[in-house]
């Protein structure tokens, strides 16, 4: 018997179609030497520090670890981690916090600018190429099922 002839749970479908998702993409960072965890870090940096023209993400700063942590809702130690990796990497750099001199903000540098921005450009023709299959009204209409799903079932604080 055959996945479309097996009548699966609608959960199953979705988790069927996460899976091969995530498979392309950790197939597309392994030659970068990055994880999932790390990437979804230097994303996050990236987006918010990110300087548009004259327009400058939330934290043009830097982002401090505890609010890394909260973006990934992942535990601080853990956050700590995953930074000294892409700081190894040159990805990331600590700068003191010009409010606090006792802490610091993390910023993505230019190199890991850079790498966010090809990986991200990668990912968003995986995507494109893995939507393919479905018209731009079936791609709508899943993007707003998926929507209400989300505002339906909100994030659960991290443990």
Not at 10 to 36: E, K, Y
Not at 120 to 128: D, G, I, N, T, V
């Amino acid at each position: 018997m055959t996945y479309r002839t097996q009548q699966p749970e609608l959960s199953d479908q979705l988790h069927a179609v996460n899976r091969r998702l995530r498979r392309g993409w950790m197939d597309q960072l392994t030659p970068f030497d990055l994880s999932p965890h790390q990437y979804r870090a230097l994303a996050a940096l990236a987006r918010s520090t990110m300087h548009n023209g004259a327009e400058a993400g939330e934290h043009p700063e830097g982002m401090r670890l505890s609010e890394i942590a909260d973006r990934l809702r992942i535990a601080p130690r853990s956050a700590t981690e995953v930074i000294d990796l892409l700081e190894a990497k040159h990805l990331v750099r600590r700068d003191p916090d010009p409010a606090d001199r006792r802490a610091t903000r993390v910023n993505v540098t230019e190199q890991g600018q850079r790498l966010f921005g090809l990986i991200r450009s990668e990912r968003l023709k995986q995507a494109e190429d893995f939507f393919a299959v479905l018209g731009a009204a079936d791609r709508a209409e899943l993007s707003r099922l998926l929507e209400l799903l989300i505002e339906a079932h909100p994030r659960s604080s991290p443990a």
